[in-house]
């Protein structure tokens, strides 16, 4: 009788040490480095700083989650990063619900070396090199990207789709005047719409009249989308807004955006829309460049737009009142008209923030409030 309970208790004592043997992480912090694809992921390890492993071929909806459950379970960290692209941010929040920390990042020319190889395999190793030496310490070995939340993206989708929609409408009018203009008729303006439409109909042969036809019901089809989606767009901000500003100009930005209270300084704010000045110095040597374009282009679009605006209908304004002695003079030579307006559109962006955030009011700005 002794002899089995003896029996008994080391078989449990054995199985009890086993499992806390399986339990126990094996390294203290895993590295994935993912080069992302609509229908798999390559995916490259590295444990603890040691060399990369071989990549794997995981599926999205098949098994990364129990292979990402697994990395969990041998590590005390799991890290992962991947490049920003057309599969959006659906796989850096579900890494991050399952607690892995997860880095978007700008994308980037991964062969540095200029070999000549750039492959799924050699992408996701430079990845996790790069994510390596960014968890050492080195801040510049990738650009993070900010990933908005559920919300901000389903209010920044309503304003691009309303910028798809009005480029559609000015690709198949060109479509049109170009093929009238092949017969010898040269045409302006929305020839599609009601007023103009029976008149110029009038003096087209019927062929041409037909196949123009076509377009039309299309444009008018994109027009009445772009009239609600402009609405849309409209209300997702206040009234209270500068003059010259108008709701839909306001609401694009502020959705590009995401977020005025992410930014710390104005340095932040000026990144973002990439109308910094660039610079190439080396030894004696110094040149200014043009601006680095290394933010958000539909911003910075908006920017640029905004700030003709300003210097229009809000001359008096500090930031127009800085530039006017090339702005407001009629003689000024458009380059550096251009490079004023930039300088303009950069503290535009810095002033929404400030003021978006409660920092400054209208009347410190010297804003005319519509």
Sequence with gaps: MNMKTNTHNQTHVTTTQAASQVAKPSCERRVLGSDQHAAD?????QLDGAGTQPPQRIYPGVNLEGFIKKQLALAHQVFAVYEAGPCGFV?????????????????????TLGKGVN??????????????????????????????TPQEEQ???????????????????????????CQGHRVLGEWWSDKDWPRLASRLPGWLVERLTFFRTVLR?????????????????????????????????????????????????????????????SGQSHVDLCITKHGNARLRYLLIELAWRMVRFQPQCRTVQKWKHILLQPGSHSRKRKQAIVAVARQLAVDLWRWQTGRVTPEQLGWKMA
């Design 155 to 181: 209010r920044r989708c309503v304003s691009r789709q309303r910028e798809q929609l009005r480029r559609e409408r000015q690709r198949l009018a060109a479509m049109g005047r170009s093929l009238m203009l």
């Design 41 to 45: 992921l390559r995916i490259v390890r």
């Design 91 to 111: 796989l850096a929040r579900q890494l991050a619900a399952w607690g892995v920390t997860c880095y978007v990042i700008r994308p980037m020319k991964l062969d």
């Design 221 to 281: 089809t994109v027009e009445e989308q772009l009239t609600a989606l402009t609405q849309a767009v409209a209300a997702q901000v206040g009234p209270a807004r500068p003059l010259g500003c108008g709701p839909l100009t306001l609401a694009s930005a502020t959705n590009e955006v995401g977020c005025w209270d992410r930014f710390h300084n104005r340095r932040q704010v000026g990144s973002l829309t990439g109308l910094c000045g660039g610079v190439s110095s």
């Design 119 to 148: 492959t799924d395999k050699t992408d996701a190793a430079e990845l996790v090199s790069r994510l390596d030496r960014y968890l050492a310490g080195n801040r510049k070995a990738f650009a993070v990207v900010r990933v908005p």
